[in-house]
């Protein structure tokens, strides 16, 4: 990596077992996870970033996920929808990483469930609703219903608004001076 290689950091949160590896190793399966970090190819969001997504998937270690979360630009917090403890769970993680963390980035709600939607727990308006109670910079998707392909799309999409989000931010950040 060179020295002026610009990284672009994710944070993918969640319990253990909602489907977080699975959903990344589609990005670049021939790619090893190495400590829970995953790199991603340019070509996805065709962005100038090398970007990396870091794994959290307890609240445990507030130092590493502290640290995590206050690099990273978004968050992608996914839960089982099929199952209530998972969306309890949800909330449990907006609360961390909104009020203790104070993170002020994009958060995108991942539902992921099994191939039997007549089993789910949740309801997307619940989750919607909620997530309006905790932030204005929040979307949510359901992943559970969907191909490979259309995850591929849906990350390639996030990525790119992302990424203009941070391209946006930085230029506002360079044209501010406190001087």
């Not at 996870?33 to 065709?46: A, R, S």
């Not at 007549?118 to 609703?129: P, S």
Request: proline fraction near 2%; charged fraction near 30%; aromatic fraction near 12%.
């Amino acid at each position: 990596m060179s020295k002026n290689e610009k990284i672009f950091k994710i944070a993918i949160v969640g319990n253990k077992g909602v489907g977080k590896t699975s959903f990344l190793s589609i990005c670049n399966p021939s790619k090893h996870h190495k400590e829970d970090c995953f790199v991603i190819p340019k070509t996805l969001g065709q962005t100038d970033f090398k970007i990396k997504i870091f794994k959290i998937n307890n609240r445990d270690d507030e130092k590493r996920n502290n640290s995590i979360l206050s690099e990273s630009f978004c968050v992608i917090l996914m839960f089982d929808m099929s199952q209530r403890n998972n969306f309890v769970s949800l909330l449990e993680w907006i609360i961390y990483i909104i009020d203790n963390v104070k993170f002020e980035g994009w958060v995108y709600v991942l539902g992921n469930y099994p191939e039997n939607k007549n089993f789910l727990c949740t309801t997307q308006d619940e989750v919607k609703t909620f997530l309006k109670l905790k932030t204005q910079k929040a979307d949510f998707y359901e992943i559970g219903n969907k191909n490979k392909e259309e995850k591929l799309s849906l990350i390639d999409s996030l990525i790119k608004k992302t990424a203009a989000d941070y391209e946006k931010y930085m230029k506002d950040k360079k044209n501010c001076s406190i001087f």
